[in-house]
């Protein structure tokens, strides 16, 4: 008590935040409860002083796991998280006394920061340390995909380092600047691109360096999702401009097979085809071959599009192209992707291989003449 009544006054004076132990006047508390109801006395005291929750840390209290339980602090960080305290650890106390401390300072970081732990205490020149503290910020969802996990632990960036407010479409569209590569589409129609040559001339480019860095491991996951955002967004830029037909040419049904889970290319097939004025039914990515066939009966289509990224799925293609073709002979079927070839589309029974969106249109115009 006379701790708090020498420190609030000061924090509030000079606008400071307050850390607080859970120490009272009997010592360290044995029992998570008994430390919580510690942590609820300096935040009321603090609160009586003017100074609200949001400035006041709590610091359970680390002790030697050879002396103590450690986990009465670790659901104490738990609990005091639930409630939306902030807290605090000195991490490195968890393993006084005992052989191989940094083995048990990082278990006990990853644990307390999976619990909640806001802030904690440590040696930032111990790379042990400062790696899980990056991986776990990531795994919590503290690091907005894994940004900060990655330019710090993965391979140094290749890119020449370009004034921010001079990127390019393609170069925003690589950096996953999703924003900033809507509003630059939107500059350049206005002041006299053709929306649809935005695919061509920066949106695939873009991706394609995207799907080389992601190859050579010099760009990961988190990057290759931002970059497929900031393309999405292009592309509702380019529906947003583009002239709308007033009758649609033909039908096309576009699928990503079962088990695959990429269809950002069929994405891209299909705004193309879609901006020449043909009608596209999307059915996303991992689609059944029996659901391809159900809704082909259903709707009718011209054209059937398969996409196939993973060469496991490869037999999944084949399978839906053998029941489309069994079942409603009169479809055509375009398969394309990453692990199709020209081979393997003759191979399957399909009509066509669509390498790229423009060579997609051309096999859909020779098909279907309306």
Known sequence: KEALEKVLPLAKKYGASVIGLTITEKGIPETVEERIK??????????????PKEEVIIDPLTMPAGAKDPMITIEAIRKLSKE????ILGISNVSHGLPSREILNSAF??????????????????RELMETLLASDLLVGKDKRGERFISIVGPQREEKEVKADSLSLKELIIRGETERAAKEAENLINSGEEPFSLIERYVIPGLEDVGDKYERKVYFLPQLIASAEAASSVFEVIKKFSPKSES???????????????DLGKKIVGLVLESFGYHIIDLGKDVPAEEVLRVSKEV????????????????????????????????????GGAAVNEEFAKACGADGYGKDPFQAVELVRKWVKR
């Open 38 to 51: 510690a942590a609820y006395k300096i935040i009321e005291s603090a609160a009586s002083y003017g100074i």
């Open 248 to 262: 649609k040419k033909g039908k096309i049904i576009m699928a990503t097979v079962e088990g695959d889970l990429h």
């Open 109 to 126: 970081l990853a644990m307390a920061i999976s619990a909640g732990l806001s802030f904690a205490i440590i040696n930032p020149l111990k």
């Open 300 to 335: 009718k289509p011209d054209v059937v599009g398969l996409s196939c990224l993973m060469t496991t799925t490869l037999g999944n293609m084949k399978k839906t192209v053998k029941l489309l073709k069994e079942s409603l002979p009169k479809v055509k079927v375009m398969v």
């Open 84 to 87: 939306g305290i902030k807290t």
